[in-house]
């Protein structure tokens, strides 16, 4: 694991942030600030490899570059890269730097976590297995949630305002293309980032 900033504190739990990141989205930090109410450090892991991704529109440099500007206001925000891209690969690396003791809690959005538990690990009960070694912080996003009951104990739902229902790379990126307003969908210091990644 490569960081790029890191908390000068050892935190005892430790919200763990894998995403794409392109661009980073105003859901994405409010996600983030809500896990630092609960939680001493929030790690923001940028994968060098996705499992069911490819890097295409900003570059691995370009998404580590968006996020250090987006979360230089708050000293427990840290940044990463990670080799894997698959959770339980994520969280032995992050075991291998903070410790055995900490508590490695995941955050995702809804339909983030629907993907990720619904996928094809090469054998049965596989993520029921990996789900013992970190919880879920799952940000309710268009509905909620509904963990398998082996899941009950891992899992926590959050709720963030409602505006950040319908925000996504995604549509960040279709209203670029379709040249709509998009600058109320990322924070506001990566503005000029986004303009010249994305050629706005």
Not at 44 to 50: I, L, T, Y
Request: hydrophobic content about 45%.
């Amino acid at each position: 694991m490569e960081f790029f900033r890191r908390c000068d504190r050892v935190p005892a739990r430790l919200g763990i942030f894998p995403g794409t990141f392109n661009p980073v989205t105003v859901a994405h930090m409010a996600l983030a600030r809500v896990a630092l109410g609960m939680m001493d450090e929030v790690l923001f892991v940028v994968p060098r490899v996705f499992p069911h991704k490819h890097y295409s529109g900003a570059s691995f440099t370009q998404r580590v570059e968006m996020l250090t500007a987006a979360s230089a206001v708050e000293a427990r925000f840290s940044i990463a890269a990670s080799d894997h891209g698959l959770f339980i690969d994520i969280a032995r690396d992050c075991r291998k730097v903070y410790g055995p003791d900490v508590r490695l809690t995941f955050l995702c959005g809804r339909d983030a976590a629907e993907r990720i538990a619904a996928w094809d690990y090469g054998r049965p009960g596989a993520w029921q297995e990996m789900i013992r070694e970190f919880d879920l912080l799952v940000a309710a996003r268009g509905g909620g949630y509904q963990p398998h009951p082996d899941e009950l104990g891992s899992f926590c739902e959050v709720a963030l305002d409602p505006s950040c229902d319908a925000v996504s790379a995604t549509e960040v990126r279709r209203r670029i293309a379709e040249c709509e307003p998009w600058e109320h969908l990322v924070p506001r210091a990566i503005h000029t980032h986004v303009r010249e990644i994305y050629r706005v």
